[in-house]
């Protein structure tokens, strides 16, 4: 899994900093969905010649901080979703309440 973590107050966090007062804009910017219940967006994205060689996408916003989550299989050929689905989105529930809560 590969994380990036941006904040808005003009401190590089990871290399990445977003230029907005908060990171909701930022986040829809690079969302690849529409958000679930808890605010966290992702969705597969194939990215070889079979269905499985892909990646998983995940992106929220707590107040000024936005996240970019990234998974793939560490396998090759092997399916993202054994690894990724449900493990990267409980990694992102855990960043986005540590980063400011759930609501």
């Not at 990871?14 to 992702?42: E, L, M, N, R």
């Not at 689905?85 to 409980?90: A, F, S």
Request: charged share 15%; glycine share 12%; net charge negative.
């Amino acid at each position: 899994m590969s994380a990036r973590l941006a904040s808005t107050d003009g401190q590089i966090v990871d290399g990445h900093v977003v230029p907005c007062s908060d990171a909701t804009d930022w986040a829809a910017a690079f969302s690849p969905g529409k958000p679930d219940d808890q605010g966290i967006a992702f969705d597969y994205f194939p990215v070889s010649g079979t269905p499985a060689a892909g990646v998983y996408h995940f992106v929220f916003s707590s107040g000024r901080y936005g996240a970019f989550l990234i998974c793939k299989s560490s396998v090759d050929g092997e399916a993202a979703s054994r690894e990724c689905e449900d493990q990267v989105h409980t990694a992102a529930l855990g960043w986005k309440l540590a980063l400011g809560g759930l609501g």
